[in-house]
């Protein structure tokens, strides 16, 4: 964290001189420097989660996979999904993996690389509880902050209340101890939760809206913007996108 902070000063510096304001760090800098910093938040499983110790999943093994195409070692951060946003612009990662859905609003601060996978933010419930969009009229549903099933579940109209979790997994548990009617997350990950948690007595409804997910990172930052896509392609035309997909979805999540 230190050893990155210093190089950052003393790029942020060099940049100063050149251009008047702080960059993040370009891809000449990453690259001499052999590694890439990345942040995920390790709460969202199965993309990025922690077995014991190891911070593991598709989109930690999808990163790690990237980064060696790129001829880098790679170095996580684990930074809370809410705070990623901010963080990025404060030199603390040079991108993050977690997954962020295109947005408009994220696109004003941030740069998007291809996505690396299609999803969907979907309802899930008691089998006798709301499983539709119209039935959540007079409902309570439950979402992590600062996400897009967030924003969505607020533009379902008639909601009785939005409760907010500071991570998925609390508003999953917060429907099975019925605090909430409902829950909205992505559509792959209830899925494998759901799978994980047979007994639940939770099962899937609605999809709500679709979504295209990437990698983010500081925006005007195209070398570095091409450098991921690279890897990305890189690592789907030689299998191991296919790989991992089937390892942890038994099925193909790229955006056909
Ligand atoms: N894909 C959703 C979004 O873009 C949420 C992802 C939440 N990620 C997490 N690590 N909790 O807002």
């Given at each position: 964290m230190r050893a990155f902070a210093g190089v950052v000063g003393v790029v942020a510096g060099l940049s100063m001189l050149c251009a008047g304001t702080a960059q993040a760090r370009d891809w000449n800098v990453i690259k001499d420097s052999g590694t890439i910093v990345a942040a995920t938040e390790g709460a969202f499983y199965p993309f990025n989660y922690?077995?014991?110790p190891k911070l593991t999943g598709f989109e930690v093994e999808l990163?790690?996979?990237v980064a060696a195409k790129l001829g880098l070692k790679l170095e996580w951060r684990v930074v809370s999904f809410d705070a990623q946003l901010a963080s990025i612009r404060q030199d603390r990662f040079d991108f993050a993996i977690a997954p962020h859905g295109h947005t408009e609003e994220r696109a004003k601060s941030v740069d998007f690389a291809n996505p690396h996978y299609c999803t969907g933010g979907q309802?899930?419930?008691?089998?006798?509880?709301?499983?539709t969009i119209d039935a959540l009229k007079g409902k309570l549903v439950g979402v992590q902050l600062a996400t897009s099933y967030y924003e969505n579940a607020k533009k379902i109209p008639g909601v009785q209340e939005i409760k907010t979790y500071k991570a998925d997994p609390e508003a999953f548990s917060a429907l099975k101890s019925k605090k909430v009617d409902a829950w909205i997350s992505d559509k792959w990950l209830i899925k494998s939760t759901l799978e994980k948690n047979a007994d639940s007595g939770v099962v899937t409804g609605e999809q709500v809206f679709v979504e295209r997910v990437s990698m983010i990172l500081r925006k005007n930052n195209k070398d570095l913007k091409d450098q991921l896509n690279r890897g990305l392609a890189e690592i789907v035309k030689d299998g191991t996108y296919a790989n991992l997909s089937q390892k942890y979805f038994k099925t193909d999540i790229s955006c056909r």
């Open positions: 922690f077995e014991g990163a790690e996979a309802i899930a419930a008691a089998k006798d509880g709301p499983l």
